[in-house]
């Protein structure tokens, strides 16, 4: 049974730093692609970051590159994303995913807030 469970999140002021991780069971994040998207109020869901991390293959969304840093600890089968110079507009619910025998599965959910 594939899991995900996410955690770190909070309120940060703006400029300042989260890591947010991402407890994988049911699968072994070396073998798949594992994501982060988020969510802000009224608006769809995004995708930030996504790692394969046998090779360190690693994606990011514009809005988060050269700031974000998606990584993972194959011993702890978990996904880290580092968030560095936080914003306010990086306001979200930020949701683990991976794609697993044809089916997307998702975390619950972690709220960042950034505001000062």
């Known amino acids: 049974q594939v899991q995900l469970v996410e955690s770190g999140g909070g309120l940060v002021q703006p400029g300042r730093s989260l890591r947010l991780s991402c407890v994988a069971s049911g699968f072994t994040i070396s073998n798949y692609v594992v994501g982060w998207y988020r969510q802000a109020p009224g608006k769809g869901r995004e995708l930030v970051a996504t790692i394969l991390a046998t090779y360190s293959n690693t994606n990011y969304a514009d809005s988060v590159k050269g700031r974000f840093t998606i990584s993972g600890d194959t011993s702890k089968n978990t996904v880290y994303l580092q968030m560095n110079s936080l914003k306010p507009e990086d306001t979200a619910v930020y949701y683990c995913?991976?794609?697993?025998?044809?089916?997307?599965?998702w975390g619950q959910g972690t709220q960042v807030t950034v505001s000062s």
């Open positions: 995913t991976t794609w697993f025998s044809g089916a997307q599965f």
